[in-house]
Each structure stands twice: as C-alpha cells, then as structure tokens.
C-alpha cells in the first residue's frame, strides 16, 4: 500500500468538521466525499488523491456516530489515516464498514511524516517506509479481530459466528 | 476479582461467566434503535450488501427494534422528508412495530424517549446509530453508540463484536450547592479528563451524589461521557430507577449491579460542595470555566433544547429564572419529547417561556447538531443546554456556542450576556 501524506497536525479532529451536520440527511456517498473536512479545509477535495494517506494528531474521528464520516473521507479517496488515536466509533465505522484502516503511530512520528511524503505501509510486518526521508517507522498492530475483519475487507464479509 | 456492572452485562450477554478489559466477545443485543439520520444509512448499508448477494429477509427481532424520528423533523426540506418517508415504508415491511413519527401521538429525540417511554431497562445491552446513546446507561442498562454498517449488522444477526472497555469510577459526593446542576457536574469532569479522557473506556458513576440525584439529572451526566470519549456511561440501578420505570413499563427485567470487589482502571473522587455554576467555551466541551468568569460576555442566542438539556426537570430549571422576566436576546425552547412539551404545558412553563418572549418549538435535535430550526449564522454566538461546541456544531463554522446548564442559559437569555444563576436578581 503506497500514497503521499496529506497532513493535518491537529488534535482532536471531530465529525462535525469532518462532515458537517445538514450533510447528515444525505446518503449518496459519493456526494457526501465531495464534503470531505469541509469544516476544517473548505478546499480539502481538490487537495487530496486517491490513494492518499492522512496523518494527523490524537482522537482523530471524535464527536458523533456518523458513518458519513468515513465515508466521505474514502469517497475523497483516502485509503488510510495515520493518528496517535482514533475516537472509538470512528475506528469501529472505518474497520467495520471497510472504507479505510485507522492506523495507530506514536506522535514523534507524526511530526516527522511532512506533508506529500510517499510512504509505503506493510500492514504484515507493521511498518511504514516514508520513500521520500527514506525512514522506517514502527505502526502499533491491529488487535487479532480487528485485524481479521480488515482482511476481510469489513464486516460484511466477516462470519462472526466464527469467533466465539 | 469480582466485576464490574459493564463487564456483567457484557459477560451475561456473550454467555460467558466471566470477562476482562481487552477480551472481545460477541455479545447478544436485547434492544436496538435508529433514527431518520442512521435509519436510512443503515438501509442504503442493506443496498450494498444486497448488491454483495447479502439479503436482509427479517430482522432478528422486530420486538426489539425500535425507531426514532428526531433530527430533521418535523421534514426540513424535500430530502429529509424522503428519508421519513424511506424509514416509515422500511418499518412497515419489517414489521417494526415501535416506529414513533412526528405528528402521530408521542415522539421526540431517541435519547429522551429511551427514558420516558421506559424502551431501556437495567441490565440490557442496548445499541442505538448514534453517538449519545450512552445516556441510557443511567437506567443501569449497557448502551452505546454504534455506525450504520454495525447496527445494519446486529439488525441482521441480533449481534456483535464488542472489546470489554477498562472502566473508570467517578465517585461524587458533597453537598449539591443551589443552583448547579448535573449538567455542571459533568461539564467540570470533562474538563479534567479531556475530550479522550474515557476513549474505549466506561465511565461508571456511583457515591452519595448520585443516590440522592433524580433520574432525568442522572441521564445528563450519562448523555455527556460521548464527549469523554466513552464508549458507556453507567449508574447502577436503584430505588430511583425502579420508581422512574414503574409508570413507564410492565416488561420484565433483571437488575446487574457491580460486584463488592470489582476492579476499575481508576477511581476519580469529586467532592461537589464548591462547585460553581461551569460554561464549556468555544470550540470544544472540555474548554470549561467557572461561569463568573465569563461574566458579560455578549450573546446574540440562547438555546434550550436537545437530550441533554430539554428535558421536564431542565425545562422547569429554565422556567424558575425567566418566570415574569422577558429575554434580551433570541431564546429557542424545544421540549425534547412531546411528553414533555404537554408536561411542560400543564405546569405552566410553556407559558412563562412564551411571555417572556421566547420561542417555543417542537421536540427535535434541531439546531443542536446544525440541522434546522434556529441555526447560527457566521460570527453570532450562543449559550446553549446542548452538548457539543465543535466548530460549525450549531451553524456557520464561524458562530460561537458555549455550553451549559439551564439554569445558565436562561439566566444568559434575560441578560442578553453570560450570567451565573446566581447573580440574577
């Protein structure tokens, strides 16, 4: 998994920015990706690619339940958002809906990903090379189920009776 | 080592006899609950699957399943009429029996009519599509906020996975002072442990405090953990709790109470005798001061609504200050429940509310989340019962709001700037 940073070092990022509230009666997705970050970055669409990666500060996805959230950040195209932290139903939204991976990194590797560095994320061996500092740095791993439902690409395709 | 009341709950519904922070079960669900915002993006979650070969034949059980209009009602514009109007043919077809529309009979916000309808019992593990389901947890019940694809999941299966949260114990006690409320209480609590002071974890909130606190005031302290991050608030059932359900419900239940020797992550005690009157600032819930402090700061609207803070006893709180006093800036009242609003009418309060010169409007989350009904515009500022400031929250992302009690806002409302309740004449 390749892409460039888009980064945002802001703590605490809630839904309400991430897609604010009169988008919540819409349900198309590919019209609530066009709202991505509008609270925070009004030209957030036409900054981001497909495939980018998002790094950013702690509690990322704090605030409401809305699965709009997600979404509109996949629609957008952001396949991953490297934070210190995620707020809980965000990173559950995320996993379970299969829209992007929330992924864990300390915050001194925040501050050294820059903005447009290409990383490179190997989810198997949890680790992250930046081809532009030409860095290595460490991802905390996913929990054993979490893990199992990113492969399964969401909840979806997860047979949960499986697990008990 | 004993258990806790949130790992009890969670233990008794994955069939197992006992359970730790971190272990992830599956867990049976006793209650479900969408709205007119998560309902139609968990049918559009059913349109992918179906797409996938994934088809929603029944629900797991219609009985427990039930449905909220509240965000955009009454319909703002032509979109969220279609999406009512999407939820109600949704609910016939599936047979939901506990579809409560505006318009028809009682209705109001999910999170109010989980309380006043008695729809959430102790010991249940309730999930809702959205964020401040957690206010349930004051029943004694296990209820948390879930996406669209999660409760399309357990709609489906009467199921899902769930990580037993560490548990933080708010101990409270002290001498409530006059004049501050639950509201304060947990504005000052957030204050303390930040926007991600509970992430993933239970708040459990216990001590004298609480025993002699009346339920509805108790459900604000619950409704507020969302924005600790929590994923449950709890309080263990008592007397309080049974009295409050006896005229709501005959269904059945049975009490889960924390062991003598269970364990906590860690244990905060409060003592609340000094504590004085709070107003969460711009832009986040956890920007708190004492609300002397912000004395005189201007405001262009005072907002008393929401699940938070439009409640009987909020609304009687509000009324006490603004009996026989006219507000100095626009002030919105919206019963969070039409219970509420006939309560409110028979007790006078709606009255006092109009003659003041406020605005007296249906039950619906409204403005509180930015969607209708007395929105910001850019650069105003407003005082609010709700439970969110983010940028943009209540409006414009330029508009201000500060959060408190109602017994603030309505002193706020007829000064026409931040006033503490006790320095109103």
Known sequence: ??????????????????????????HDHKELGKHSMEGLDP??????????????????????SREHAPIALHESGIQAILAPSFARIFYRNAVDG????????????????????ELEINLNENKIFNKTQKEEYLIKPFPELISKIVSA???????????? | MGMNITEKILAKASNRTKVSPDDVVIANI???????????????????????????????????VWISEDHFVPASDKVSANNISLLSKWSKKFNVKKHYKYGLGQYGICHTLSHEEGLILPGELYVGGDSHTNTSGAMGALAVGLGHTDIAYVLMNGKIWFKIPETILFKLSGKKPDYIMAKDIILKIIGEIGTDGANYKAMQFSGDVIEKMTMEERLTLTNMTTEAGAKNGIIEPDNTTYEYLKSRTNEKYIPVYSDVDAEYSEIYSYEIGDLEPIVAKPFSPKNISVARELQGIELDKAYIGSCTGAKLEDLRNAAKIMKGKKVKIRTEVLPAAQSIFLKAMKEGLVNVFLEAGAIVGPPTCGACCGAHMGVLAKDEVCISTTNRNFPGRMGHVESKTYLASPLVVASSAINGKITDPRDVD
């Not at chain 1, 888009?6 to 919540?24: A, Q, R």
């Not at chain 1, 495939?51 to 950013?56: A, I, K, N, P, R």
């Not at chain 1, 299969?98 to 560095?117: A, N, S, T, W």
């Not at chain 2, 179906?50 to 797991?60: F, M, R, S, V």
């Open chain 1, 98 to 117: 299969g829209y992007l991976l929330p992924i864990e990194i300390e915050q001194d590797i925040v501050k050294k990903i820059q903005d447009r560095d």
């Open chain 1, 43 to 64: 030209d957030f669409s036409s900054k981001v690619n497909k495939g980018d990666f998002m790094v950013t500060g702690k509690n990322f996805g704090c605030g409401s």
């Open chain 1, 1 to 26: 998994m390749t892409g460039k940073v888009i980064k945002y070092d802001i703590e605490n990022i809630d839904t309400d920015v991430i897609i604010p509230g009169p988008y919540l009666k819409i």
């Open chain 2, 30 to 64: 006793d209650k479900v609950m969408i709205h007119d915002v998560s309902g139609p993006g968990v049918i559009k979650v059913f349109e992918l699957w179906e797409n996938k070969g994934i088809k929603l034949e029944k629900l797991y059980d219609p009985e427990k």
């Open chain 1, 153 to 164: 690409g969401g909840l979806i395709n997860f047979k949960i009776e499986e697990q008990n």
